[in-house]
């Protein structure tokens, strides 16, 4: 953890290449590692087909201007927070400024005598990948609609090296007590130790290197997918926009969001809960209340809505399609008859395939 803490400005350069090596050669390579070029569904298509793109790796070439933007802008910021000088470091130009081509062409040069690892795939990494495919979650900005397999719906049971949990708590209270503060009195509020310092997103302060890294990170992650790059001033536009956005209308959907998990959560009545309109740009906010969900009739004694769900307490492992069907046979006493089952998209029971195998 600190013992990780960059200690001069080279230390700064060695992680903006680490950093580079990290997101845009291995990550690829181990996203290719885990699903090949000729890698197919269960279904027998290519797994890298629209819109899905397979991407390439990009290796860190010092001469090209985007990659030097990127080392030279994550270095310059990563100084700035441990609050390392570098405005008069011997990787600056003449004039010591840090956002000149000349700098950037010298950090990068820099860089590239920096040794990295040679790229190992991991297996760990491999499985967590597939989880998240098979969840549906994004990868690399590519949302997936897989099946979940049925073994990850079985809980893991994770061994950790204890001595290594306690050794990480220990480092952590001692980062602690040196930025807060282990000698304040009871009841007064301890003095922070400002050895970091917070960079506050700033688009219209071009020297703060926030605009140059978002353009290079951006444009650098465009290559690895083959799509059309983008100009610095249309970077800055667009981030602009994506800020105020997240601070304003997004903050604002959350609160009310809370406010209603809030109401469920205490138990409170449907017509006290509402349902909202926003539109900051006008601006405005309508509330109403919220209309029941439909209700569906299965017997004179039971209804049923689209988010009411049945829990099977008595559930394992070994657990079978069959015990949950004559368990909740038993608990309706005989009056529901199953048709198609699913999990997800995945269909574990079809009746009329099931009536024409008994026929047979």
């Not at 270095?75 to 081509?101: H, M, Q, T, V, W």
């Not at 465009?222 to 105020?244: C, F, Q």
């Not at 046979?329 to 999990?343: A, N, R, T, W, Y």
Request: glycine fraction near 4%.
């Amino acid at each position: 953890m600190d013992k990780k803490r960059p200690k001069t400005f080279k230390d700064c350069l060695e992680k903006a290449r680490k950093k580079f090596q990290s997101l845009y050669t291995n990550q690829i390579l181990q996203l290719l590692h885990t699903y090949p070029l000729d890698k197919q569904t269960a279904e027998g298509r290519p797994f890298w087909s629209l819109p899905k793109r397979p991407p390439t790796k990009i290796d860190f070439d010092p001469k090209n201007e985007v990659h030097a933007t990127f080392v030279g802008a994550y270095a310059c910021l990563l100084a700035g927070i441990y609050k390392i000088d570098f405005k008069s470091d011997e990787n600056l130009d003449k004039e010591k400024n840090p956002r000149s081509k000349e700098s950037r062409a010298k950090m990068a040069e820099t860089i590239s005598t920096f040794k990295v690892k040679d790229f190992v795939p991991s297996e760990e990494k491999a499985k967590k990948i597939e989880e998240e495919v098979s969840k549906g979650k994004k990868i690399d900005g590519e949302e997936q609609n897989q099946i979940v397999e049925e073994s990850s719906l079985v809980p893991e049971v994770v061994n950790e090296d204890l001595k290594e949990i306690e050794q990480l708590q220990k480092d952590v209270q001692e980062v602690k007590e040196r930025l807060l503060g282990k000698t304040a009195q009871p009841g007064e509020q301890p003095k922070v130790d400002a050895e970091l310092k917070v960079e506050e997103f700033e688009k219209d302060e071009d020297e703060n290197f926030q605009i140059d890294l978002i353009y290079s990170m951006a444009n650098i992650r465009a290559s690895n997918y083959s799509l059309a790059e983008m100009d610095w001033i249309t970077v800055k536009i667009k981030a602009g926009r994506i800020v105020p956005a997240l601070a304003t209308t997004t903050a604002a959907i959350a609160g009310l969001q809370t406010i209603e998990m809030l109401k469920i959560l205490k138990g409170i009545g449907l017509e006290k809960q509402k349902n909202s309109f926003l539109n900051l740009a006008v601006p405005s906010l309508m509330m109403g209340e919220p209309g029941a969900p439909e209700k569906f009739k299965l017997t004179e004694e039971l209804s049923v809505n689209l988010w009411d769900r049945w829990d099977f307490m008595k559930a394992t492992p070994k657990t079978t399609l069959l015990d949950v069907i004559k368990y909740l046979d038993v608990i309706h006493k005989g009056k529901l008859e199953f048709k198609d089952i699913f999990q997800g998209a995945k269909p574990l029971f079809i009746y009329s395939f099931g009536l024409t195998m008994m026929k047979t």
